[in-house]
């Protein structure tokens, strides 16, 4: 069965520092991976995704992720941090039926 | 384009009442999915629709149903609510797996935050 393990439930950076939140997930086959953004009160926004190919794949707001099949990573990564940025993050696996994990909460300190 | 729209926003029931809501998928997609999302939790599967068909359901008792119409639009019905049924109930719509194009990705509407009393 899928499934999907954030390891981190709340990371706190300040405005500016890089950031890395963990994703380590569970598939049969070849995974559709994504992350997706949650502001508070709102639906779920995709930052980006991957399913095919070069294994760094660039997202929107300036975030990128790695695909690591022999570690069954999928990290999302963020240079340089701004405050806009906290909100809840998922990582989800599979298509259609989709598997999130319990998400990772961003604070960003000023 | 609209994104997927979701009604009612907000409602509030009491123990054992039904409820119904309602998503419009994003035009020329013809696959709704539905999610529950507990405070503090991730989105949890519930079901899957496509040509007016249940093609995927996730570990929910036989309270939750839903059905998909001709639009493609779909409704979530629960019966018999219990407090723990309290949550957001998102939508979200998709090309269905042999569209052209599919690659998975949902898109989501902004949620029926369910309070049941």
């Known amino acids: 069965a899928q499934s999907v393990t954030q390891p981190d439930i709340h990371i706190t950076v300040s405005e500016g520092a890089s950031l890395e939140l963990r994703c380590n997930y569970s598939?049969?086959?070849?995974?559709?991976l994504f992350w997706y953004v949650q502001s508070p009160g709102q639906g779920l926004q995709l930052l980006l995704k991957?399913?095919?190919?070069?294994?760094l794949v660039q997202g929107i707001k300036g975030f990128e992720a790695e695909f690591k099949r022999s570690q069954s990573s999928f990290n999302l990564r963020k240079p340089s941090v701004h405050w806009s940025d906290a909100a809840e993050y998922f990582c989800?696996?599979?298509?259609?039926?989709?598997?999130f994990g319990a998400g990772t909460r961003l604070t960003v300190k000023p | 384009d609209a994104g997927v729209t979701q009604s009612p926003t907000h409602l509030i029931k009491t123990r054992g009442q039904q409820v119904t809501l309602r998503c419009s998928p994003i035009?020329?997609?013809?696959?709704v999915s539905w999610y529950q999302q507990v405070l503090g939790q991730g989105p949890q599967f519930i079901f899957q629709?496509?040509?007016?068909?249940?093609?995927g359901r996730g570990n929910f008792p036989d309270r939750f149903s839903a059905r998909q119409f001709p639009n493609y639009s779909s409704e979530l019905n629960v019966n018999a609510l219990l407090l723990g049924d309290s949550a957001l109930y998102l939508c979200?719509?998709?090309?269905?797996?042999?569209?052209?194009?599919?690659?998975?990705?949902?898109?989501f509407g902004e949620g029926s935050r369910l309070t049941v009393l």
């Open positions: 979200a719509s998709s090309l269905a797996p042999r569209q052209r194009g599919n690659t998975g990705e949902l898109f």
């Open positions: 598939y049969g086959a070849t995974p559709y």
């Open positions: 991957y399913f095919s190919g070069d294994t």
């Open positions: 989800a696996v599979g298509a259609n039926d989709m598997r």
């Open positions: 035009s020329g997609h013809k696959s």
């Open positions: 629709y496509y040509e007016k068909e249940e093609r």
